[in-house]
């Protein structure tokens, strides 16, 4: 059974970095691309950065400049690396990958991403 396990989230003052990193355990195969979502209070979830099995990225126009999403396809890991955070960057951010032919998208259980002023 693959479980996605996300760590890094934190309590972080403006203008700080965090680093997340979601693994994936089990047994896991044609990864298709990874991505990192977030949920802020009262919003709907919004794609914040991706990444295709060829390396290709895709970034939200609110984080771009300050957020990078990388990969270690050995280890079936997925980061985003945060710099510059501000106070609308608090939300709790899930990874999630998309696999198979079918597209099948993995969530991890979520972390708390939390920007003072």
């Known amino acids: 059974q693959v479980q996605l396990v996300e760590s890094g989230g934190g309590l972080v003052q403006a203008g700080g970095s965090l680093r997340l990193s979601c693994a994936a355990s089990?047994?896991?195969?044609?990864?298709?691309?990874m991505g990192w979502h977030r949920r802020p209070p009262g919003k709907q979830r919004e794609l914040v950065a991706a990444i295709t099995s060829a390396g290709s990225t895709n970034y939200a126009d609110s984080v771009k400049g300050r957020f990078t999403i990388s990969r270690d396809a050995g280890k079936n890991t997925v980061y985003l690396q945060m710099n510059g955070l501000k106070p609308e960057d608090t939300a709790v951010y899930y990874c999630?990958?998309?696999?198979?032919?079918?597209?099948?998208?993995?969530w991890g259980q979520g972390t708390q991403v939390t920007v003072a002023s």
């Open positions: 089990g047994s896991i195969f044609r990864i298709r691309a």
């Open positions: 999630n990958f998309r696999v198979g032919f079918n597209e099948y998208d993995y």
